[in-house]
């Protein structure tokens, strides 16, 4: 069995004294391809030291809305210049964040908007955080044509109709860690409408921890908890997931 981490941050420093050991859990566990994603002027570097270090990770560049405040004149160009690299697969994480007051609402929008144009002009997939900004986030992602390259819907946590939404713009949708838990309804019923076919899994770790080891630190190994729950969510054997949301992220990122 092969799985596919969509997005984790095996750079973050809760990792720093045990790296190695969580990239082998990860291979012991299956996981064959990961994407790390490179988020501001300090992740982006250490994300493409690791890209380049593993044959099987993937890196993701793009600055993060909780840090658009921080990027300067130079930023974008440096995104681009690296998006020519062959390790690195999509731009992002990109999108809006309401729920931390980091950076102002308007410069979000900014940062967002011009990222997105450059996936356009350099047919890059891109990667979104949303969080409770669902509708300025698919708002301009329809503005700016976003369509036109597609990407994935990180750690979705919206409701079906958003959802809907985000396929018809030509997204897939990732799920994680809250899949798994007890009290998530709205994850659940929306990945049991998801088609097959736009459907992948991530962990984000080292957070959003899946049951039973949620309140410790999220590795990458933990993709096969939410890979099972998935399959148990579209009522299918644990082995075809696999095989599909791994084809899925091979198709959806380029990935010969």
Request: hydrophobic content about 40%.
């Amino acid at each position: 069995m092969q799985l596919f981490d969509t997005h984790t941050h095996l750079d973050a420093p809760q990792f720093d004294e045990d790296r190695e050991e969580v990239i082998a859990r990860a291979l012991e566990a299956g996981v064959s391809k990961m994407i790390n994603i490179g988020f501001n002027r300090d992740t982006i570097p250490t994300t493409m030291q690791l890209a380049e270090k593993y044959d099987y990770i993937y890196a993701a560049v793009g600055w993060h809305p909780q840090d658009a405040i921080t990027m300067k004149d130079g930023d974008l160009e440096w995104i681009a210049s690296l998006c020519a690299h062959p390790k690195v697969v999509a731009i992002g994480e990109i999108g809006l964040d309401y729920y931390w007051d980091t950076s102002p609402k308007d410069v979000q929008h900014e940062v967002f908007r011009k990222q997105i144009g450059l996936a356009r002009e350099l047919k890059m997939p891109i990667s979104i955080h949303n969080r409770d900004a669902h509708e300025d986030v698919i708002r301009i992602l329809r503005e700016e044509k976003a369509g036109e390259v597609g990407g994935v819907m990180h750690s979705f946590s919206g409701s079906w109709e958003s959802a809907k939404m985000c396929l018809d713009l030509g997204f897939h949708l990732s799920f994680g860690g809250p899949i798994t838990f007890k009290n998530a309804r709205v994850p659940k019923e929306v990945l049991a409408q998801t088609p097959l076919d736009r459907l992948l899994i991530e962990t984000d770790s080292p957070y959003l921890t899946p049951h039973p080891f949620r309140g410790k630190r999220n590795e990458t190994a933990h993709v096969r908890l939410v890979a099972e729950a998935a399959a148990a969510i579209k009522g299918i054997e644990l082995q075809e997931l696999a095989e599909i949301t791994y084809a899925n992220a091979l198709e959806r990122f380029g990935i010969l």
